[in-house]
């Protein structure tokens, strides 16, 4: 099978390229991480991220075919050859296949996402019914992977100042949580022209999201949630 | 060569579970706290459970820490210590309403409470039948439960060293431990995390098997260091083999599936649990139901054109449990087997999962390396500024066999306990010692052999070589003759090990050079475990030898000490003197 990767290494003071590759596959190789790890036999200077090869951990973003997902869950079968793989688009390159995620995580950590409930915990859990708890869904299953932020133009302009897809999906789910009690202050913080509102509904993040969560029906959400509490 | 240096109170090496808990103790008790991880702490190992934390709140019906406690005794085939197993139990309630507090989006019953599911070997009333005390986010516990301790760090300001990978333990003259050299990956710049304690939670090391459940990262990066650091590695020869792997894939399918009403069936349909555990049927302890699925397959009852693997059903449950309490078991089914578990079974086969050995540790989270052994001498002894908690420790609560949901339970309960006996060790002993003049000598001569090897082995083949070892000579059935040229075999490939060679030697993220690192951690783990299985001669747990079938408590109720120096090994007893509760005697296991 036929790959065409974007290489680049600082330390040999390079310009990026794309480099070929034919691989021989296994029949077991089922999914381009599996592919992946062959060519890394062959070339062990080809650099990427990866971990749990199941889709949970969120290490191996990038972009495929010119869409971002995760290289564990996405099957060979499916790719048009030369498959075409290059870093998550938006961020810095450190190296090859590997992002500097720090922009990422700064807008994910601005959006303080921890419960907040400043109440004497009872002795055993706090009570939730079901349907309380169901409005989590959709929302806590998010994995950190940022497809979803770097597929999206507004992130790409303001990596700085807006939140971006993800950070926000995680935003509403504190919101959303029958158990936090700052939403006011998390609808503050997000009443800007920027952190909230560069979303203009392009919904690539909807597209791209390997877990098929929906980042812009949640900014909908807060949007609803501003809207109600300014009448 | 003179390194960079950096002085923290304490280290954690591993943001999982274990460490993100031990993390949030520390650094709300305001102490210097350096988190170290090779991956971005939500991207550990722990993010990969799905099925639940196992805690008798007795929200489904009457539920007592006892006999969360028996279960687990029994369970660990007798082979966990009753001391460690009773704090876990009794303090696991606790900590499940404190992660609830966190915010852990945990399943709901129609009265608010948290939802728990029935698990393998978990019961009521000692054995009697099967309890829901599996405290669980659908399929999806681990993922919740990680994100929920990092957010939980966020808040407490902790400080994360990201993409640091640990190399070598730091002891000075006396034994005590004075932190890590570790590596940054990015940079490629090595240092010295100079720490008044240490505390490893470096997880498993499941990629020693060929198939395993377990991610890349599973290295037991926390057991190579301390092997060569001269601490010894306990009852390595016990490794949980998994029921329910995708065949093929290895990828997990939790127990959860069983404990919602999934079976499994063999060839001619035949729901085979009922002979081999007629009480407890498909939720039986995983070794008991991992030996009668490889029993079924090798006498010919496999499914499938090769007849190589077994039928789990969960379509009965219908579409709505499934999507409800199964989401993640689907979606990876549909991905990784191409069936739609609403439909069809899914193909499954023991797979490696879970390591019960590790790092000697006690309750407290405290590193004991026994002065003497065989009976005398100081058994007890504690490490200095050493501890261990979570998957990479040996406290030893698992034993020969780890009961489903206890893991995340045992992540919680002893990063806590670790944490708050390292705040009691820096209280008490407020200075800091020097670092001796060779910290980093080993380090430093491992990088630079790495660096200039010439002609030498494939890192990538020896690893390999490595994981079809212990697949065929240490797997679900062990016998003497494979176990004994497992032994050689796995000495030939440690040599090999020592001579591996990289070709690419940039300093930036070079991902060659940590996997070159993992294999020096890999290889002692995979020594160790043959070694000492090689040794144990009865059946216990997971280890099942063909020709001692049976348990012998007689000669073999006690843990084995593997030494990487000259593979050898000890032995020490067994805690059976529970903290206060009394003593489960050893019987026969049955369930």
Redesign the interface.
């Known amino acids: 099978m036929r790959f065409r990767i974007f290489r680049y290494d600082p330390d040999k003071n390079d310009k990026p390229t794309m480099q070929d590759y034919d691989v021989r596959l296994d029949p077991h190789d089922r999914m381009l991480l599996d592919a992946l790890v062959r060519i890394k036999e062959q070339d062990d200077s080809l650099s990427l991220r990866r971990s749990c090869r199941e889709g949970v951990c969120g290490s191996d973003a990038m972009n495929i075919n010119g869409k971002n997902g995760l290289a564990c869950i996405t099957k060979l079968a499916e790719l048009k050859e030369p498959v075409e793989l290059r870093p998550l688009p938006g961020l810095p390159v450190i190296r090859d296949l590997i992002v500097d995620m720090s922009q990422f995580f700064k807008q994910y950590h601005s959006i303080k996402p921890y419960l907040m409930n400043d109440d004497l915990p009872p002795e055993k859990e706090r009570l939730q019914s079901p349907e309380e708890r169901e409005a989590l869904d959709g929302l806590y299953e998010c994995i950190l992977c940022a497809c979803c932020s770097t597929a999206c133009p507004s992130f790409w302009w303001n990596p700085d100042k807006f939140v971006g897809p993800a950070g926000l999906l995680q935003a509403y789910r504190f919101i959303a949580d029958s158990r936090d009690q700052a939403a006011g202050e998390r609808l503050d913080d997000l009443e800007d022209p920027y952190r909230l509102f560069r979303c203009h509904s392009i919904m690539n993040c909807v597209d791209v999201c390997p877990k098929n969560l929906n980042p812009t029906r949640a900014i909908g959400k807060i949007k609803e949630l501003m809207v109600k509490r300014s009448v | 060569m003179a390194l960079a240096k950096r002085s923290f109170d304490v280290v954690v090496v591993g943001a999982g579970g274990a460490g993100l808990r031990a993390a949030l103790q520390l650094s709300e008790a305001g102490l210097k706290v350096a988190v170290l991880s090779k991956?971005?702490p939500?991207?550990?190992?722990t993010?990969?459970a799905q099925g639940g934390i196992g805690a008798a709140?007795g929200n489904m019906g009457e539920d007592s820490w006892l006999w969360h406690m028996y279960d687990t005794v029994k369970g660990s085939d007798w082979l966990g210590d009753q001391d460690t197993i009773e704090f876990m139990c009794r303090e696991a309630p606790k900590a499940?309403?404190e992660l609830?507090?966190?915010?852990m989006?945990?399943?709901?019953?129609?009265?608010?409470?948290?939802y728990q599911r029935p698990f393998g070997g978990h019961s009521q009333n000692f054995g009697e039948r099967p309890v829901q005390r599996s405290c669980c986010?659908a399929d999806?516990t681990g993922?919740?439960m990680l994100?929920t301790l990092y957010?939980?760090n966020?808040?407490a300001r902790t400080q994360f060293f990201v993409e640091w990978m640990a190399l070598d333990l730091v002891r000075d003259a006396s034994g005590q431990v004075l932190g890590v050299t570790a590596l940054e990956m990015?940079t490629g710049e090595l240092m010295i995390l100079h720490a008044r304690a240490t505390l490893f939670a470096t997880g498993g090391a499941g990629r020693i098997f060929a198939s395993s459940t377990n991610?890349?990262?599973c290295t037991g990066d926390g057991l190579g260091m301390a092997a060569r650091a001269g601490i010894p590695l306990e009852d390595m020869e016990f490794w949980q083999f998994h029921p329910t792997g995708v065949a093929?894939?290895g990828?997990?399918i939790t127990e959860g599936v069983r404990g919602e009403g999934g079976y499994l069936l063999n060839k001619s349909g035949e729901r085979f649990m009922e002979r081999y555990a007629p009480n407890l049927k498909d939720l039986a302890s995983r070794d008991v139901v991992s030996r009668a699925m490889a029993t079924e397959i090798k006498e010919g009852r496999g499914a499938g054109p090769h007849s190589d693997y077994l039928l789990l059903k969960l379509d009965h449950l219908g579409p709505e449990v499934i999507d409800k309490r199964l989401p993640?078991i689907r979606?990876?089914s549909i991905?990784?087997a191409n069936t739609d578990p609403v439909k069809d079974p899914i193909p499954v086969v023991p797979t490696a999962h879970y390591m019960m050995g590790g790092i000697p540790a006690n309750y407290l989270g405290e590193v004991i390396a026994p002065e003497f052994s065989n009976g005398s001498g100081n058994l007890e002894k504690v490490v200095p500024g050493f501890y261990a908690a979570g998957e990479c420790a040996c406290a030893s609560v698992h034993g020969a066999n780890r009961l489903g949901t206890n893991s995340l339970t045992d992540l919680l309960v002893f990063g806590k306990s670790a944490a708050d006996s390292v705040i009691k060790f820096l209280a008490e002993n407020p200075g800091r010692k020097d670092l001796p003049k060779d910290a980093a000598e080993r380090t430093q001569s491992r990088l630079t052999r790495l660096d200039s090897q010439k002609n030498g082995e494939?890192?990538?083949e020896v690893g390999a070589e490595i994981r079809r070892a212990m697949q065929t000579h240490c797997g679900v059935f062990r016998f003497p003759d494979m176990l004994a040229a497992g032994v050689k075999r796995i000495r030939e490939l440690a040599d090999r090990a020592t001579r591996t060679e990289?070709?690419?030697k940039?300093?930036?993220?070079?991902?060659?050079r940590i996997?070159a690192l993992e294999l020096d951690n890999l290889i002692e783990v995979a020594r160790a475990s043959m070694v000492s299985a090689e040794a144990r001669k009865e059946s216990r747990g997971a280890h099942d030898r063909a020709d001692h079938q049976d348990r012998d408590d007689a000669n073999w109720l006690k843990h084995t000490l593997w030494y990487k120096d000259g593979d050898r090994l000890d032995y020490k007893p067994v805690h059976m003197k529970p903290l206060t509760a009394r003593s489960i005697e050893p019987k026969v296991r049955t369930y």
């Open positions: 991956v971005f939500t991207r550990s190992h993010v990969a709140l499940v309403y609830e507090h966190f915010g989006p945990f399943d709901r019953n129609e009265n608010g409470t948290v986010a999806r993922h919740a994100h957010q939980r966020v808040r990015e991610a890349f990262i093929g894939a990828i997990l993640g979606e990876i991905k990784f494939s890192v990538a990289i070709r690419d940039s300093r930036v993220f070079n991902t060659a996997e």
